[in-house]
């Protein structure tokens, strides 16, 4: 799994990339969380989710917001870490011209980066939020919200109760032409301590059911 940097609008980005040959294979962008709290491209849940669309496929990019690790720049509250999503997309897609479907994985602050930049790009095709902070951002921009995803979260999570996701859900669902599957882990707290198998379960079942195989070139 080779190491990238390319170009932010806040200068290089740090990515670990991995490259599929079949030039339709679907690709992923996947965000880690908060900056300040720690979250990293590394993360265990953003790691494991990198390997869930890999196995699948699919040419999958996680990378370092701003100011984490070698990425250059400082935080700056979300908006520039959505112009890193955007540009780190851009790139995603420049490395795969002929993909027919792209997806966006995010956890926690990545969650809500994630469902911004699905608001701003209607190539993507589909989404997974991992523990999205409802009760800490505000996610009313998704009106009407574009495309069909997974949410999960945790029963035991402090940080983004379930009450306050299931108010995100709830009004999701009520939108015309969507679907989202949500799943509650019994027991995860806000990064799924001990219970990331539990997480990547359920991520699993909801790409074998929204992702067709890839066809080999002939």
């Known amino acids: 799994m080779p190491d990238v940097i390319f170009a932010g609008p806040s200068g290089r980005l740090e990515g670990k990339y991995q490259h599929q040959k079949h030039k339709s294979a679907p690709v992923a962008l996947i965000l880690h969380p908060h900056p300040r709290s720690g979250g990293t491209m590394n993360h265990r849940v953003a790691y494991e989710m990198f390997y869930a669309f890999q196995r699948r496929g699919c040419s999958v990019l996680r990378f370092n917001f701003r ?38 994985a995010g956890i926690s602050f990545g969650a809500w980066i994630g469902m911004q930049l699905l608001m701003r790009r209607p190539e993507i095709h589909a989404f997974i939020s991992v523990a999205p902070p409802a ?9 009407p919200c ?73």
């Open 67 to 104: 100011g984490v690790g070698r990425s250059q720049g400082t935080y700056d509250g979300g908006v520039g870490e959505l112009s890193d999503a955007a540009a780190a997309l851009d790139w995603l897609q420049v490395m795969n011209p002929g993909a027919q479907t792209c997806w966006v």
């Open 135 to 143: 009760n800490i951002y505000d996610f009313s921009f998704l009106a």
């Open 146 to 218: 574009p495309a069909s995803g997974l949410i999960v979260h945790g029963r035991n999570d402090t940080v983004s109760p379930e009450g306050d996701v299931q108010k995100l859900v709830d009004r999701l669902n009520a939108q015309r032409g969507i679907k989202i599957t949500q799943v509650k882990i019994e027991g995860a707290n806000h990064f799924f301590d001990s219970h990331t198998p539990d997480l990547i379960q359920s991520v699993d079942d909801y790409l074998d059911m929204r992702m067709p195989p890839v066809e080999e070139p002939a």
